[in-house]
C-alpha cells in the first residue's frame, strides 16, 4: 500500500523478478482494484490502488477509504502490510492516515522507502531518518525496484511473518 506512483507495483515485480506481473505505470493511479497475486501456491501478494491521487473524484476518494478500511478490517489471513513511502518526499498526511488505521486494526506493518536509487547516500540517509520520525516507526528499508537494492530484506521479514517467526 501507498500513494499512487509511490512503486508498489514495481515492488511487487521486483521482489518476484518478473517484469510487468502487476501493471505499473508512470500515469499515477494505474492500480484501480486490488488485485491477488499468488505466489508458490502459498501465499498472496496484494497489491492495493494507491492513494493521494490530484485528479481522483471527492466520491473516488470516499469509495477508496471505505475499500482499504474494510478491506484492512476484515482480513484476519493478513500476516504483513507494507507502507510504501517515496524516499524523496516527506510522508504525507495520507500516508500518515494509512499507518493510523494499520496500528487501529492492530496489523502488522513494514515500512519501505521507494525509489532510493535516485538518491545520494547523503540524501538517503536523511531521507530516512525523516521517514522514521514521522511515521514513528524504528525501521525503514531503503528500497529500489531498478536495482533491488532492498528486496533481500523485504524477504526475509516476509517469510519470518508467513512462517510466524516473528
Ligand atoms: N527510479 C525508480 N523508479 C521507480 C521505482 N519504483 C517505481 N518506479 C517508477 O515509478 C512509476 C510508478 O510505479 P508503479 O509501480 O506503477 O507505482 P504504483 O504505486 O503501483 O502506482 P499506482 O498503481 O498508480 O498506485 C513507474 O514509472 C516506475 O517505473 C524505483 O525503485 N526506482
Ligand atoms: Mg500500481
Redesign the pocket.
Known amino acids: 500500500m501507498?500513494?499512487?506512483?509511490?512503486?508498489?507495483?514495481?515492488?511487487?515485480?521486483?521482489l518476484l523478478g518478473v517484469d510487468g506481473l502487476?501493471?505499473?505505470?508512470?500515469?499515477?493511479?494505474?492500480?484501480?482494484s486490488i488485485n491477488f497475486f499468488l505466489i508458490d501456491r502459498q501465499f498472496y501478494f496484494v497489491?492495493?490502488?494507491?492513494?493521494g491521487?490530484a485528479k481522483t473524484s471527492k466520491e473516488n476518494r470516499r469509495l477508496w477509504g471505505q475499500l482499504i478500511e474494510s478491506y484492512l478490517a476484515e482480513r484476519p489471513q493478513l500476516v504483513l502490510s507494507i507502507l510504501?513511502v517515496d524516499a524523496r518526499h516527506e510522508p504525507t498526511p495520507s500516508d500518515l492516515q494509512m499507518k493510523s488505521w494499520l496500528q487501529h486494526y492492530e496489523l502488522p506493518f513494514l515500512v519501505v522507502s521507494?525509489?532510493?536509487?535516485?538518491l545520494s547516500s547523503n540524501e538517503r540517509r536523511k531521507s530516512q531518518q525523516r521517514a522514521m520520525i514521522a511515521l514513528g516507526v524504528d525501521r525503514v528499508i531503503p528500497?529500489?525496484?531498478?536495482?533491488r537494492e532492498g528486496a533481500s530484506q523485504v524477504w526475509e521479514i516476509i517469510h519470518s511473518r508467513i512462517k510466524g517467526t516473528d
Do not use: E, W
Open positions: 501507498g500513494r499512487s506512483n509511490v512503486g508498489k507495483s514495481s515492488l511487487l515485480n521486483s502487476a501493471r505499473t505505470s508512470s500515469t499515477p493511479g494505474r492500480t484501480q497489491d492495493l490502488p494507491g492513494y491521487y510504501l521507494t525509489k532510493v536509487d535516485k528500497y529500489s525496484s531498478i536495482t
